[in-house]
């Protein structure tokens, strides 16, 4: 996936990642240089052990709970959302249009999921682009473009 939008990334204050897991999002996305602060959630307490690590790391806050909307919406940066489908507790259009760049990944594990993202479809296409697909066709991660950020 950042193979294929590495290119458009732009700088952000803070990047903000919602499904952490052992951080190698966070470390393909450390060296390109663009964040200031790095915010992961992690919402699966089987990573619990991974947080003495990534906290020690300058810049970086892992914590370990899920994140309510208002507090994802406190910022603004870069959100990427990858969270095996929590990503339905949330508004995702609103976050897609708060955050300046977002990597959403969505999921259709069930019948739910499934109509979730259904629903979703017009305004993700309008404002992302399709940048993955896994072979099962069960997650489909998106590239979009939100606000513009000083």
Known sequence: ILNKIRNKIMYAHTFVEVGAEYGSTLFAIMPLGLF????????????????????KIDKIEYRLYSPPQDELLSYNGFLWMDCEGCEYQYDIRLL?????????????????????LYKLQDDILDRCSLVYVTPDIKELTFFCEGMEVD
């Open 96 to 116: 897609i249009r708060h955050y300046k760049q977002s990597v959403i990944a969505l999921h259709a594990l069930n019948e739910e999921q499934t109509k979730n």
């Open 36 to 55: 200031d602060r790095y915010i992961l959630y992690e919402t699966d307490q089987k990573y619990a052990q991974v947080q003495d690590i990534l906290n």
